[in-house]
């Protein structure tokens, strides 16, 4: 058992090594200003990724959360625009905007859910059709172009990217404080237990009283209301959404949950794994941008390699038990 | 040694030991399997068999020790080099592939081909061969995944037979067949002695060692206790060996006080299987459900528990109930242990408190008490009398019986006040399964109501106060009392004989 926790701490270690290695190549890794934007950064991808934790864990997977994020932004920014008449250019009407776009979430992924569960089509199929759908809508809703914050409101609505407690800003706040909640909704509710046991044999869980389909449907929906969560976040950054936003989080998103040690086939979550996972991803980025070792152009194959590798190293664990 | 000599060493083991990490399962086995024998390896669960069988067919390297074929030590290195060299393995569980069909798992890896396509025709012709040659009416280009369990096995021997053995290694092979198919196997089996091939097999069905094997070995805790040939042994010996300790009281006296009704159903009906049942349940009862494969039985238990689609009146406590879902079973105080332990009953890859508290968590509150788990577990394990070596490790990796043991503590943890228990003893060992016998009338004696489905009459005679008897998806009749016998049962089973239905 000792040996086997290597697998388990192996992410860890590759993050610590990265950061070192960021740390050696170049002295402004180190700066508060660069640590808090590669954090802030991550917070986005982190925040859905800890849903996709949930969602992979029991045996599904979302294909449609950048999508989403899209849309939801796409339609954060019009209903805030739209209530900037009737309610003013303050904080009240960022308030009912970020109520929109967490509604928006869990409705999305509600649908999501439901057609999974309810109507019993594959999760692959359904969330390629609505990563489609909520791509395409948001399009049309910018109507090719870009939807922009009513420009009163973004310097409102700027310090909740931008702001926080000293370079620690709200983003890496609320993305520490989701992967704690997640860690221990996965490791010591009810929930999380249901989650892995439906991931590890439906069949076993149904037999053992376990609501099957409401567990699966919570999942998309805590899913779909982390993506509104990380849209809330998003929209002040550039306080714009267009068709380009949020294109390949998902793929992102999957990709940290792999890495940190959750099998694709379910049955197994680790939040924290994700949460290191996400991480290293970043800081991969960060130090391509920071020196010029390697080609930035590269950083999608040196991540490819990473994913590749991280599965490697978790089957190898299988047959070693 | 008699009949022995005569004959030809194929397969050998030569003081094997076998080790798991710090824990050394075998201690110096000696084997030796002759051409044109049957050699029945017998013991109880966790005594070794399985480590045997995988050594013998090169799924596992001893320790120390050799493995010598035709007085050679083997070269094989994996099973699928064991079986070029005619050592051939038919597992328990089953190796097919679900989508492909019959004939394309018979050939897989040994595909016929014609140019540079499959010649299909030989294929299929070649398995509809051997499958008749079995006396089975599975068609060559059937699908895996719409075969029945006892089909797949079949599929399983045939595919073993295609590869001429020489030297057949099968671990539990009857254990999924119907009577006529466990005939067709022990005809197979007759067969290739005859032609010379050296068998070996495993079982804890001791008329079937007793039918076939010529020579018995006995193991137990990984060390041979007993050798003995055709005829030396009788069956109760066989189960003294294993155990190591006379056995008596297999099964516990039965209680014939029963109380009230707990359970009633009128002319439940289960979605095109189960027609028209209509039974009475009694607190303190351990009611028998008998029948061939197919006749139901599991069928009307998932029915009643709310896993199929039923209609008709269910009564608990004279209220009438419906039940859609396990969790109103459960909320009913109504458990249901699937006959399916592997698939439908445990986790495998989860530890022993995860699957023990899995169905009762839902009252526990949001949080999971981890101490309070960590107490049920001390007390199931001392209750149920589970053997792990440690709570964490997955559930799988527990001997069939301790795993029906963690199933049991994990159904009755909910507190049940009906309990219906789907092949209580399917693949355990002699010693556990009158452990297991003694914890259900144990649950009767508690005033709980029981309700035992099982393939094995012997255990349905001896555990049941009451037996009902289903045929293609009615209940056929009923015996009570001294009128509970194998004889009866089996005549209702086979509708052979029509009883009247109770006014």
């Not at chain 1, 569960?117 to 594959?122: C, G, H, S």
């Not at chain 1, 380009?244 to 294109?247: A, D, E, L, N, P």
């Not at chain 2, 095109?272 to 028209?276: E, R, Y």
């Given at each position: 058992m000792k040996r086997i926790d290597l697998h388990v701490w192996g992410p860890l270690i590759a993050l610590i090594g990265l950061f070192i290695l960021g740390a050696i190549l170049n002295p402004a890794f180190l700066a508060p200003a660069n640590l808090s934007n590669v954090l802030a950064r991550s917070a986005f991808i982190g925040l859905i990724a800890i849903g996709m934790t949930f969602v992979i864990t029991q045996g599904g997977l979302d294909l449609s959360v950048g999508s989403m994020a899209a849309f939801l932004a796409g339609i954060t920014i019009m209903a805030m625009n739209a209530l900037v008449p009737v309610v003013g250019e303050n904080w009240g009407t960022i308030i009912l905007g970020m109520g929109v776009a967490l509604l928006g979430g869990v409705a999305a992924g509600y649908v999501n859910g439901a057609l999974i569960?309810?109507?019993?089509?594959?999760a692959f199929i359904v969330t390629l059709g609505t990563m489609g759908i909520f791509r395409s809508l948001v399009t049309w809703l910018a109507d090719g172009g870009t939807l922009s914050l009513d420009s009163g409101l973004r310097s409102i609505y700027r310090p909740v990217y931008f702001g926080g407690l000293g370079w620690i800003t709200w983003p890496i706040i609320v993305f520490a404080v989701a992967a704690v909640v997640g860690e221990w909704a996965m490791r010591h509710t009810r929930f999380g237990r249901h989650v892995e046991a439906i991931g590890s044999n439906d069949r076993v869980a149904r037999y053992s009283a376990v609501d099957v389909e409401r567990v699966r449907l919570t999942t998309y929906v805590l899913l779909g209301a982390l993506v509104g969560l990380a849209t809330i976040l998003y929209?002040?950054?550039?306080g714009s959404a267009s068709g380009?936003?949020?294109?390949l989080w998902e793929l992102e998103a999957i990709a940290a949950v792999i890495i940190g040690g959750t099998a694709l086939k379910g049955g197994r979550g680790r939040v924290w794994g994700t949460v290191v996972g996400v991480l290293i991803l970043s800081l991969i980025d960060n130090i391509l941008n920071l020196t010029d070792l390697v080609s930035p152009y590269l950083n999608g194959a040196i991540q490819g390699v990473i994913i590749v590798l991280a599965v490697v190293l978790q089957r190898e664990k299988r047959t070693a038990e | 040694m008699g009949k022995g000599d005569d004959m030809t060493v194929v397969l050998a083991l030569d003081k094997i030991t076998k080790s798991f990490g710090p824990v050394e399962?075998?201690?110096g086995v000696d084997l030796e399997l002759h051409s044109g024998e049957v050699h029945a390896l017998i013991g109880e669960n966790g005594a070794g068999k399985s480590t045997i069988m995988k050594i013998l067919g090169g799924y596992l390297a001893p320790t120390t020790g050799q493995v010598l074929l035709d007085g050679a030590p083997v070269t094989y290195r994996s099973g699928p080099e064991g079986e070029a060299q005619g050592v051939v393995v038919i597992h328990q569980e089953f190796n097919l592939a679900p989508d492909l069909t019959v004939a394309a798992n018979i050939f897989l890896g040994r595909e016929i081909s014609k140019g540079l396509g499959l010649d299909h025709a030989a294929m299929r012709a070649a398995t509809a061969e051997l499958l008749t040659r079995l006396d089975t009416s599975i068609r060559p280009e059937a699908l895996i995944r719409d075969l029945s369990v006892p089909d797949r096995q079949m599929v399983e021997i045939a595919k073993a037979l295609s590869r001429k053995a020489r030297v057949l290694i099968m671990d539990e092979p009857s254990a999924a067949l119907t009577h006529r198919e466990v005939e067709a196997l022990y005809a197979q089996v007759d067969r290739l002695r005859a032609e010379g091939v050296a068998l070996i097999f495993c079982s804890h069905r001791m008329d079937e060692v007793s039918r076939l094997a010529d020579r018995i070995t006995v193991l137990r805790d990984g060390t041979v206790v007993q050798r003995a040939l055709r005829g030396e042994m009788t069956e109760d010996g066989m189960a003294t060996a294993m155990v190591g300790r006379e056995l008596t009281d297999i099964f516990p006296p039965k209680d014939t006080s029963s109380g009230e009704t707990l359970l009633e159903l009128r002319n439940f009906t289960v979605q095109?299987?189960?027609?028209?049942v209509s039974l009475k349940l009694h607190k303190g009862e351990v009611l028998g459900i008998a029948g061939l494969v197919g006749s139901g039985r599991t069928e009307l238990a998932e029915g009643i528990v709310g896993l199929r689609p039923a209609t008709g009146e269910l009564r608990i406590h004279d209220r009438q109930m419906n039940i859609r879902s396990p969790r109103e079973a459960r909320d009913a105080r109504l458990a249901y242990l699937t006959e399916d332990r592997k698939e439908a009953g445990l986790l495998l890859d989860k530890n022993l408190p995860v699957n023990l508290t899995l169905t009762a968590l839902d009252e526990w509150g949001l949080r999971i008490d981890t101490k309070r788990e960590k107490a049920e577990m001390v007390s199931a394990r001392k209750e149920f009398d589970i053997r792990a070596a440690s709570d964490d490790m997955r559930a799988g990796a527990l001997s069939g019986g301790n795993q029906q043991k963690l199933l049991l503590a994990k159904t009755m943890l909910t507190d049940p006040e009906i309990v219906i228990i789907d092949e209580p003893t399917r693949g355990i060992d002699i010693g556990t399964k009158q452990q297991i016998y003694h914890f259900v009338r144990d649950l009767a004696r508690q005033g709980k109501a029981v309700i035992v489905i099982s393939s094995e009459l012997p255990e349905v005679i001896g555990l049941s106060d009451r037996v009902l008897v289903m045929r293609m998806g009615r209940i056929a009749g009923e015996v009570e009392g001294a009128a509970i016998n194998e004889e009866n049962i089996v005549r209702l089973a086979m509708g052979l004989e029509r009883e009247e239905e109770p006014a």
């Open positions: 569960t309810k109507a019993r089509i594959e929209v002040p950054r550039l380009s936003t949020g294109v | 399962v075998l201690h095109s299987v189960v027609k028209d």
